[in-house]
């Protein structure tokens, strides 16, 4: 009898840890005084994702304290983020700085296009936080 409390006890537990009302990754902290990238995903758009995946790469390589802590935001959540969006096309990466997006490309987008506009951005401020 003991063990058969145990397991539902448990299996409480269980279930009310994975009925978590938000997910604190999806939290964007926009007090920092650094750039924030935040990228929104979308699981039905997968394919037009890859030119993403690929750009978020190649750009992690070239300014990688800017890609530490990206923001992976499914695409569903992005109700939350009506201030950012001004388009509600996914796939879509931004470079926000505070309350300011400073760089945006969504929907479909090739990984040159996604990497031209980010870098113009991020060289930019690098080259404004060296004067």
């Known amino acids: 009898m003991k063990s058969l409390s145990f397991i539902f006890v448990a299996a409480f537990l269980f279930l009310t840890a994975s009925c978590n009302s938000g997910n604190n990754s999806d939290k964007l902290k926009l007090n920092e005084d650094r750039n924030q990238v935040v990228f ?12 993403y995946y690929d ?12 890609f530490d802590k990206i923001v992976v935001i499914p695409a569903a959540n992005a109700n939350q983020y009506d201030n950012l969006l001004k388009e ?5 990466i931004l470079i926000v700085h505070r309350d300011q997006v400073l760089a945006n490309v969504n929907g479909s987008a090739t990984k040159e296009q996604i990497i031209e506009a980010i870098s113009a951005v991020l060289t930019n401020d690098s080259e404004n936080t060296k004067q």
């Open 55 to 66: 750009a978020i790469i190649e750009l992690k390589q070239k300014y990688p304290i800017v």
């Open 40 to 51: 929104f995903s979308d699981e039905k758009n997968y394919k037009q994702e890859s030119s």
């Open 88 to 92: 509600k096309r996914f796939p879509a």
